[in-house]
């Protein structure tokens, strides 16, 4: 169907395509041939360059190999402007290319408030891009294939920056959020429009989970059974087996983390403050609302639709789905941020998040730990999940989450100005220089004494001791956090900082570095790594450790949502597959014990608190389920153990 679809696309046209703006880019078209350790670029001049005011780039690709490929394309070769699709042999289809993060005027970037993505087009992104002159699409090989030989039928923009999502004009768009916190212009698949569509919704999935049934694994972990013999001592381990890393559940089986981030319930929540106008519901409604909901300006539409769904034992009721549909859908792991007490209400293994709040900060998220309150502040907060320690349904524990500001250890140093980091310096230079002198030598320096070094100038003669210096602050971070995790939950295993090197090992010497150090103190070492591709993440073989990851996910813009995420595809059917390879290649990884999707249930078109608005979750803010990626879901977690275990390594 795919193929007739395509030929009938290029015979007949663009009529699905005829209200909005469209160019086509002749220059891409045409036969490709990569392998999977190179990559082709394909320059554009300035007018194929310009791709101002369109939203995404199709390119339209068929496969002409023997077997399955997969197919990565890069704006101007940027890893955060790119997408990909995986094809089987002869199949066509769609690589989507979503433009974010552009320059625009600011009738365009603030159309409205506390929103990353706008219904006029625009959609955010940290790493700006120039869509007046883009230079270049870069093609890469992802999955498993090592060879591929595709055809790019057509290159073609599309969209129109500045008309709104469902075509309505700028007096016509407000309200555009309906009182169960959908997008009001535009309708898509299972919708709601009325309190009988949630009954409508509520028996197909019962149909769906009766359907799909299935036991429980070997223990109430959800382990798996093994002849190979691991003594369980009612907490979780990790263990190498045949060249391959496990969890080991307290039973002794085998476990492999499927999981899913901020599992709650109705935790679909945004704010109204100032922002009334975009709500179908009355200013009264929604102050009404947040006010049963004990919450100050801002709402759940989660709960609202949990009630108007299961009634007035909505709790119970969808907790119990929750747990049903968990089971169903082969998800053995509450991820990061979610509900722990519902965790343990309906018995699934889950996973601790663990922040700190210091005065002391080398940056937003990365404290100073030469001074001690970071020790003291650390310990404070996981004395709070104290609790957890002889839960044997907690696995571990996250310390703090996608650390930035690593650089800035020895400017600020050099700048001699924090007490604690300057005097953590002078300490190890008199570890190594048996006097003043001996430095001022090395150095070129003319310090009178240790105590006269203050304000300091980074230059090739110091720099050994600099990156020493940068070398014992993140070793201290991660020796820090290990003892105190140890002595306050020493029946828990430490997990990390959730590591936001999503192209490792592709990384610069300093994240390279960090690796090295987390991962002799992490008992599994965590990234977060949002990419469509997991087969080319290897570990060094001196860094033989077990590895988590611990978000990752994909989005589509055909479900009422604004934006795609993190890394973006054409439709549902496209996310699911992505979902499928992403998570079949890490189970094959020898050093991947577990991946967890963030997360549970879709953001608001209005955004959550810092305005994220996207289309990511595995059922929608009005609890229904995204069955095409559901369905993969399923797939992969009947295949888990069987491909982890044959997998040849």
Request: net charge positive; with cysteine.
């Amino acid at each position: 169907m795919k193929k007739l679809f395509w030929v009938c696309f290029m015979l007949f046209g663009l009529k699905g395509y005829a209200k909005q703006a469209m160019k086509k880019i002749p220059r891409i078209r045409g036969d490709y041939s990569i392998s999977a350790d190179q990559h082709l670029q394909k320059k554009l001049n300035n007018e194929e360059g310009n791709w101002k005011g369109y939203l995404y780039c199709d390119l339209i690709i068929q496969n002409k190999s023997p077997e399955e490929i997969g197919v990565r394309a890069a704006i101007n070769n940027k890893f955060w402007h790119d997408g990909a699709v995986f094809l089987a042999p002869e199949e066509t289809d769609t690589l989507r290319l979503f433009l974010k993060g552009y320059k625009a005027s600011k009738e365009i970037t603030q159309q409205v408030r506390k929103m990353k993505s706008n219904p006029n087009g625009y959609m955010y992104h940290w790493e700006g891009m120039k869509t007046e002159s883009i230079k270049s699409i870069d093609f890469y090989l992802i999955g498993e294939c090592n060879h591929a030989n595709f055809e790019v039928l057509e290159c073609m923009l599309h969209g129109t920056l500045g008309k709104n999502a469902g075509g309505v004009s700028g007096k016509e768009l407000f309200p555009f959020m309906d009182e169960y916190g959908q997008y009001i212009h535009t309708n898509w698949a299972r919708k709601i429009h009325n309190e009988k569509d949630f009954e409508l919704r509520e028996k197909e999935e019962v149909a769906f989970l009766n359907k799909c049934h299935r036991k429980p694994l070997a223990d109430e972990f959800y382990g798996y059974p093994t002849t190979h013999t691991v003594i369980g001592n009612g907490h979780w381990q990790t263990k190498k087996i045949d060249n391959k890393w496990w969890l080991i559940t307290p039973k002794g089986n085998l476990f492999w983390s499927m999981g899913v981030t901020c599992i709650k319930l109705g935790h679909a929540t945004t704010s109204f403050t100032e922002r009334t106008k975009y709500f179908s519901n009355s200013p009264e409604s929604l102050t009404e609302i947040a006010k049963t909901q004990k919450h100050l300006g801002k709402i759940s539409f989660g709960i609202e639709n949990l009630k108007h769904k299961y009634g007035a034992n909505w709790h119970q009721k969808s907790a119990l789905k929750l747990g049903r549909r968990l089971d169903t859908w082969g998800i053995n792991t509450f991820g990061n941020w979610s509900d722990i007490q519902l965790a343990r209400d309906i018995r699934k293994p889950y996973v601790v998040p663990v922040h700190y709040g210091c005065s002391d900060m080398i940056s937003n998220k990365l404290p100073n730990v030469c001074n001690p309150e970071f020790e003291k502040q650390l310990s404070k907060s996981l004395t709070n999940y104290k609790k957890c320690n002889n839960d044997s349904f907690c696995i571990g524990v996250f310390v703090n989450n996608e650390i930035h500001g690593w650089e800035n250890i020895k400017p600020i140093l050099a700048k001699g100005k924090n007490q604690f980091l300057r005097n953590h310096f002078i300490e190890l230079l008199k570890a190594k220089y048996k006097s003043i002198a001996d430095l001022n030598k090395k150095w070129n320096s003319n310090y009178k004494s240790w105590g006269s070094i203050s304000e300091l100038k980074q230059n090739k003669l110091n720099a050994v001791d600099f990156d020493a210096f940068e070398s014992y602050f993140i070793d201290r971070y991660y020796i820090i956090c290990k003892r105190l995790v140890k002595d306050i939950l020493p029946n828990k295993l430490y997990l990390g900082s959730r590591l936001d090197f999503h192209e490792y090992p592709k990384v610069n010497k300093l994240q390279q570095k960090i690796v090295k150090i987390a991962a002799k103190h992490c008992d599994i070492l965590s990234f977060n790594r949002y990419s469509f591709n997991v087969a080319d993440f290897k570990m060094p073989k001196q860094l033989d450790v077990p590895v988590l990851i611990g978000e990752f996910h994909f989005g589509a813009l055909d479900r009422g949502l604004l934006n795609v995420g993190l890394k973006g595809v054409t439709n549902q059917v496209q996310r699911a597959e992505m979902y499928e390879k992403y998570m079949l290649q890490a189970i094959k990884n020898r050093n991947i014990v577990g991946a967890h999707w963030f997360q549970y249930q879709d953001q608001l078109v209005t955004g959550r608190g810092d305005g994220e608005n996207y289309q990511i979750g595995f059922i929608d803010v009005c609890d229904t389920p995204y069955y095409e990626l559901i369905e993969k879901g399923i797939t992969v977690s009947k295949q888990l153990y069987p491909t982890r275990l044959n997998q040849k390594n």
